[in-house]
């Protein structure tokens, strides 16, 4: 099975090729650390199986994927990603992934996904269906805020800018702005005002 890898971490690429390297019917074919990079050798190369992080710079890896659907429909994904919100992972599924695993998956999990994809099949971790079988007996949890997205939606009305929400929580400013249109998103706002109207509304600040 000839696999692509993308995450723009390079410790974590690393570490998953070296995992897959020792796999002798496995062999890791190219790595990339942005979309773009990993559409260009797609379009040139067959590759079996992509194995892509959600979060990316610039284009996203649910952008990516709907993409490679398109120029290369042999190709199976796996997305291998710290997201763990329903409504997101319930979006990536619906663009017809192949597997959808947590970074804090185990190694073994992680092969177990591999192999089951190439027999076909769909492969979601532990955790992945605990998320979604809670969301179908819980509906209404799906559309709630996390903890983290209250706390930038605070900090959102007080016209805070991504980097400064990212220097006060000590996260990445992309990590910002995944949360940001997640909050959007959820609220079903698309301005400031309208967003800060629904807070208010629901008592989130």
């Known amino acids: ?31 990339a650390n942005t979309a773009e990079v990993a559409l260009e050798f797609i379009k040139q190369n067959e590759v079996d199986l992509l194995i892509t992080d959600f979060n990316l710079p610039e284009m996203d890896g649910l952008a990516l994927v709907r993409l490679v ?5 042999i190709t199976k994904i796996i ?12 979006e990536i ?22 192999a089951a994809v190439d027999a076909g099949k769909i492969y979601l971790s532990n955790d992945i269906n605990k998320i979604i079988i809670n969301s179908l007996q819980f509906p209404d949890e799906e559309r709630m805020l996390t903890d983290r997205e209250r706390e930038i939606l605070k900090l959102i009305a007080m016209e805070f800018s991504n980097r400064d929400i990212a220097d006060q929580l000590f996260i990445s400013e992309r990590t910002v702005e995944t949360h940001r249109k997640n909050i959007f998103r959820k ?19």
């Open 1 to 31: 099975m000839k696999i692509f890898l993308v995450d723009d971490h390079a410790i974590l690429l690393d570490g998953i090729k070296s995992i897959l390297e020792k796999e002798p019917t496995l062999k890791v074919i190219g790595e």
């Open 69 to 73: 659907k398109k120029i290369s429909p």
């Open 79 to 90: 997305m291998l990603s710290m997201h763990d919100e329903v409504h997101l992972v319930k």
């Open 93 to 114: 599924l619906k663009e017809g992934i192949n597997g959808y695993i947590l970074k804090n998956d185990s190694h073994k999990e992680l092969l177990s996904a591999i």
């Open 187 to 205: 609220t079903k706002t698309n301005s400031l005002v309208g967003l800060i109207k629904f807070a208010y509304a629901n008592n989130l600040i």
